[in-house]
């Protein structure tokens, strides 16, 4: 008898590419959850017993979930599939008791490769029939796939890759957020990052970006507090003059910016043509930097992550701003990944 499955993600569009994966055994007794809690009612009532678990998801992650597992017995096998793909994220979902790990994207020969290495699926059985029965949900398990929701599950993956190069470089873990991704207006994206930065003085690099009608700005911001515990972790002497300060931040920024966005033109089968990263500026408010460029964005889609290192006082944002006359492409290169098989 197959296994029975709950996959847990608070991306509609993560839930519907893991589905979409699953081999055609374990494909028919589906259920599917928004984040760690809807996951856990569904568990005590014996919904599942194999869990595909995301992160980074609101009310409770994964971490938590785990825990409350853990803590409950409940009697379900854990495979966690997230886009943090950090050594030490690895370390603590298998001490907390995950049977595996898998990165995202996921695609369906790493799936079914997994589950036979653990017994859960044999050589025979990962073979799929030409026509594939749907599995199982019911009206509130799965919601259509909204293109925002697919640009979010595209910046979760850059997101986790950009923080595994900053983590091995600096030897730390990297506590990463549920990304903010929405289209406004000018006014909306000023508002948005004063409130998020309550004026306080940043030091801010922008890279510029172009390539197949795409084109864009990332901005990576540091406080005062950042800069300076980042310069003893990187070891930087003198850190106190501009010059060094300055390396400081063209070193950060080159992994945090180029790593995002080689991920997203990657997801997207696209090329990021990158400028150079130029400093904007030290000690200014945001909300300043971005008037004085009121002109350039009239509309556009905002990306925001907040990277903070876990036991330091870093802490810093990374904006990639994507140009309203980009938006149709960025649209059309999406919706190729929503594209149901």
């Known amino acids: 008898m197959a296994l029975s499955v709950l996959i847990c993600d608070d991306s509609s569009f993560a839930r519907k590419q893991l589905s979409r994966a699953l081999p055609d055994m374990l494909a028919h007794n589906v259920e599917f959850a928004g984040n760690g809690q809807e996951a856990l009612e569904l568990l005590r009532a014996g919904a599942a017993e194999l869990l595909f678990l995301d992160l980074n998801m609101p009310v409770m992650d994964g971490y938590q979930t785990l825990e409350a597992i853990s803590r409950e017995e409940l009697d379900v096998t854990t495979i966690v599939v997230s886009g943090d793909i950090q050594t030490e994220a690895k370390t603590r979902v298998l001490a907390l008791g995950a049977l595996d790990f898998i990165k ?44 925002i929701d697919t640009y979010q599950e595209i910046t979760n993956v850059a997101m986790g890759q950009a923080a595994s190069l900053l983590a091995e470089l600096l030897g730390v873990f990297i506590q990463l957020p549920i990304p903010n991704v929405n289209e406004m207006d000018f006014s909306d994206l000023q508002m948005f990052l004063a409130d998020a930065h309550s004026e306080e003085d940043l030091s801010v690099i922008c890279q510029g970006f172009i390539g197949f009608g795409i084109s864009g700005e990332a901005l990576l911001t540091f406080n005062n507090a950042s800069t300076e515990d980042l310069s003893k972790l990187m070891s930087y002497h003198d850190s106190g003059t501009v010059e060094n300060k300055m390396e400081l931040l063209m070193d950060v920024s080159s992994i945090l910016i180029g790593a995002c966005l080689n991920s997203i033109a990657k997801q997207l089968d696209i090329n990021f043509s990158q400028g150079s990263p130029v400093i904007l500026g030290q000690q200014v408010k945001i909300s300043d930097l971005l008037a004085s460029n009121n002109q350039k964005w009239k509309k556009n889609l905002a990306i925001e992550i907040n990277y903070a290192i876990e036991g330091y006082n870093i802490n810093c944002d990374l904006i990639v701003l994507f140009t309203e006359d980009s938006l149709p492409n960025l649209a059309r290169r999406a919706g190729y990944l929503m594209e149901v098989e």
């Open 104 to 147: 995202k994207p996921i695609t369906k020969e790493q799936l079914a490769a997994a589950l036979i290495d653990f017994g859960i699926l044999s050589a025979t059985q990962r073979q799929t029939p030409e026509k594939k029965p749907p599995a199982t949900t019911t009206k509130t398990q799965q919601p259509q796939t909204s293109l």
